[in-house]
């Protein structure tokens, strides 16, 4: 009989798909019978906390992140340098975190500086080659470096041909202690995660489905990019006459927004059971491409535009990498036409089912 542990997991706090893919893995550990403690800052907090209101929480000070309005290639550059930075500084104080709640396994989700020597320390990334605009192979050779101070690297997808991350976590061999451990969705966790009639609340008519609303759009990411990208999606769903969802990715916050057009629906969060009721029943999805939306999108099998955040060069990659493949529909921030985006998609099948289980015996 496997010993029960008491398991830290810590979440990077760049937007809320670190967190997000964070659920599934506490699921198993609760199910399991091992002790969760969450470890995390602002919004990935505030969100663990809505999701799993009994366990206790630490804080633990994140590295702020902000793109500006250009999103240019030396403000990402910057920001780099600022991570690294902290790194140093978050490692310093885990240790004391550790003992003070009597820590068994420490995970990290993308946050390097987070191991110790004391107990096992296990990364989650599937960033091992990371795309930079210049020196992707320094970049690689000082995260494989990183990595190498943990005792495993999980990374969330599979081997082989058939993946979501692309060069992302396949582009070479992986010279760290490694295991792919499969997507990471929150709504995997769900026994009927496909599409159905009573789930989506879908008409079939003549073969055809229709749905409550045309489109939900979810917004997330570093300010102020996530303003400019939410004022940008009100704009073309008033343009376009849109029976819509907007979810602001502002968890904390109050739940339901009164909008002065009556066919949008307006929340600043919700939580997982509501978003996935809500995507279901929206026909297409609008969000970033990052790679937890993607991890989503694939488990609930929709078709979506995904609007890459400026700067974010990874994000950049993951759009075209999908779109290459004929999944999603991709345009850039400045040239977001929703109508268009649509009809794009009306030619496109639905992605194909994507294994999501989790490997099991994880700890």
Not at 92 to 97: E, G, P, R
Request: proline content about 4%; glycine content about 6%.
């Amino acid at each position: 009989m496997t010993k029960k542990k008491t398991i830290l997991i810590c979440p990077l706090d760049w937007g809320l798909g670190h967190a997000t893919r964070c659920v599934p893995l506490i699921i198993q550990f609760l199910a399991e019978g091992h002790q969760v403690v969450i470890g995390a800052d602002r919004k990935p907090l505030a969100f663990l906390k809505q999701e799993f209101p009994t366990l206790k929480t630490v804080v633990i000070p994140g590295c702020e992140v902000t793109y500006g309005k250009e999103g240019g290639r030396l403000k990402l550059f910057y920001e780099s340098v600022k991570f690294f930075n902290f790194i140093k500084k978050e490692h310093s104080f885990i240790d004391a975190i550790i003992k003070e709640n009597n820590i068994d396994v420490l995970i990290s989700d993308n946050r390097y500086g987070l191991w110790s020597n004391k107990i096992k320390s296990i990364i989650i990334t599937h960033q091992l080659y990371v795309k930079v605009p210049l020196g992707e192979k320094i970049v690689h050779q000082k995260i494989e470096k990183l990595i190498e101070n943990f005792d495993e690297c999980w990374i969330p997808d599979v081997p082989g041909k058939s993946n979501l991350s692309g060069d992302l976590s396949h582009l070479y061999p992986i010279k760290v202690k490694h295991r792919f451990i499969g997507s990471l969705s929150r709504f995997s966790t769900k026994k009927n995660a496909t599409p159905s009639v009573s789930q989506g609340r879908e008409i079939v008519s003549k073969g055809e489905k229709k749905y409550d609303f045309d489109i939900i759009a979810i917004i997330s990411g570093p300010e102020p990019q996530r303003t400019i990208f939410e004022k940008l999606v009100f704009k073309e769903i008033e343009l376009n006459k849109l029976n819509a969802i907007v979810v602001r990715g502002l968890p904390g916050d109050s739940l339901q927004l009164r909008h002065e057009n009556k066919k949008i629906k307006v929340y600043n969060h919700l939580g997982t059971q509501l978003l996935e009721e809500c995507i279901l029943k929206s026909k297409v999805v609008v969000c970033r491409a990052g790679y937890s939306s993607i991890m989503d999108l694939t488990t609930l099998h929709k078709k979506a535009i995904l609007i890459p955040t400026l700067g974010q060069t990874e994000q950049e990659y993951l759009s075209e990498y999908h779109v290459g493949k004929g999944i999603f529909c991709c345009q850039k921030q400045d040239a977001f036409n929703l109508k268009k985006g649509l009809d794009s998609l009306d030619k496109m099948k639905s992605p194909t089912e994507f294994k999501t289980s989790l490997a099991l015996n994880l700890i």
